[in-house]
């Protein structure tokens, strides 16, 4: 059988572009294009009304970075999702009132999944927000307090005016405040990267600007979506099957707990208030994934795919950031214990045992998925409430002026 890519294997003394096969270009160019047309039109969030309207949109801008909606004061969506980190934080657990049992996953292109939270416990955006506003680990939120803290916020309350209507019941303004929230989170669409150049020449036959792409990564592109069979989950321009497996991590969280993954995050799903089933959700809306999905065994111990979009920015990895670096990564999948896999997990995973080369290839190949550059500032907290209701865009924007992070919260240890 003719190799896909030649050579493979150690690298060169010298880089030397690899010759891509017709077939590894098909599979190469199936990974875009980026950014997806969604992105002129954001992909909307399910069940949420509040989609793609920019009243709504510029309402949940401000709300994910004050820090007044947590209970304490002091905590914002923005604390564990950086705009400057691929919307993560840099922790291996997040870190709300307490530290929490996982990662926090980026924003980046959310809206275009199909679950939410590794675990795929929401099915929705909005729903998701929820889940984060009220978790008691988290922002220890609720509806009676958000309604107390928009309604003393001039400027606040009449941006939520022009984006909602009135206030109403607590939980509706909970509700309404997760869906604006989620309405600006389907706005965040990520970068194009060096890869899409490369990616986008290949489609085109210009072979000049293809040849930009360095000789490492063309060969861990080709290595990514060969034997290294990485494509099957991380698939199509997201990088990403939007599904759910065990990567062969442990389950213990700490001794005698464990962390049941998917199963659990589908117990969850289907007892949620707030689900596309729920008559939270905004019709019109297909609920088909939701009515039909059921907890089973094999689901125990899965998370989700993560898009490999901004990898380079995202550590540390895994749902429980157990993996510090990509080289870390590299070498998990490297030296994969097979008997530890279970379900799917055992049928498409097999230990690479990638060679010295090889790992620097796809390493090169995983860094060319992160932008060059990345916006490092972020709306700043509303601490007072003194802007007027006609600032900013929609009145609602609070200038840049830095991220909103608590920067007196513990470290990350070592």
Same mark, same amino acid.
């Given at each position: *059988? ?39 039109? #954001? $992909?909307?969030?399910? @069940? ?9 949109? $510029? ?79 988290? *922002? ?24 909602? @209507? ?13 869906? $604006? ?38 060969? @861990? ?62 019709? #019109? ?32 990895? *895994?749902?429980? @950031? ?60 509303? *601490? ?15 200038? #840049? ?14």
């Amino acid at each position: *059988m003719q190799p896909l890519v030649q050579p493979l294997g150690a690298a060169p003394a010298e880089p030397v572009a690899p010759i891509l096969s017709a077939e590894v270009q098909r599979r190469i160019i199936q990974h875009g294009p980026w950014p997806p047309s969604l992105s002129s039109a #954001p $992909a909307a969030d399910a @069940g949420n009304r509040f989609s793609g309207r920019p009243a709504a949109i $510029a309402l949940g801008e401000r709300l994910f970075f004050d820090p007044r909606l947590a209970a304490t004061g002091s905590l914002a969506c923005a604390s564990c999702h950086v705009p400057a980190l691929a919307f993560t934080d840099g922790r291996a657990k997040s870190f709300g009132r307490v530290e929490v049992d996982r990662n926090a996953p980026s924003l980046w292109n959310a809206a275009q999944g199909r679950w939410f939270g590794w675990d795929g416990a929401a099915d929705s955006l909005w729903s998701q927000a929820i889940r984060a506003l009220v978790d008691e680990r988290e *922002m220890a939120s609720s509806g009676a307090h958000l309604r107390r803290t928009i309604a003393g916020d001039a400027a606040l309350a009449a941006c939520w005016r022009r984006a909602v @209507g009135n206030l109403g019941a607590d939980e509706a303004v909970l509700v309404n405040a997760a869906k $604006a929230i989620a309405a600006w989170v389907a706005t965040q669409i990520s970068p194009r990267t060096p890869f899409d150049d490369f990616r986008d020449a290949l489609l085109r036959g210009d072979r000049l600007a293809a040849a930009r792409y360095p000789a490492a990564a063309q060969r @861990g592109a080709a290595l990514f979506v060969g034997r290294g069979r990485c494509h099957f989950c991380h698939a199509g321009p997201l990088f990403s099957n939007g599904e759910f497996a065990d990567t062969g991590l442990p389950h213990f969280v700490r001794p005698g707990i464990v962390d049941p993954g998917r199963q659990g995050g589908i117990e969850a799903l289907l007892a949620s208030r707030y689900s596309l089933l729920s008559a939270w959700a905004d019709v #019109p809306l297909d609920s088909t994934k939701t009515r039909h999905v059921q907890a089973t065994h094999r689901n125990f111990g899965e998370f989700k795919v993560p898009s490999l979009r901004g990898v380079g920015l995202t550590a540390p990895y *895994m749902h429980n @950031g157990s993996l510090v670096t990509l080289d870390d990564v590299l070498h998990h999948y490297s030296q994969l214990n097979i008997e530890r896999l279970h379900a799917d997990g055992e049928q498409i995973l097999e230990p690479l045992h990638l060679g010295a080369g090889e790992h620097r290839d796809l390493l090169a190949f995983l860094q060319s998925l992160s932008p060059t550059t990345v916006a490092t500032t972020a709306p700043a907290p509303v *601490m007072v409430a003194k802007r007027s209701a006609s600032a900013g865009q929609h009145g609602c924007r609070p200038p #840049p002026r830095g991220q909103s992070r608590d920067t007196k919260r513990p470290a990350q240890p070592d």
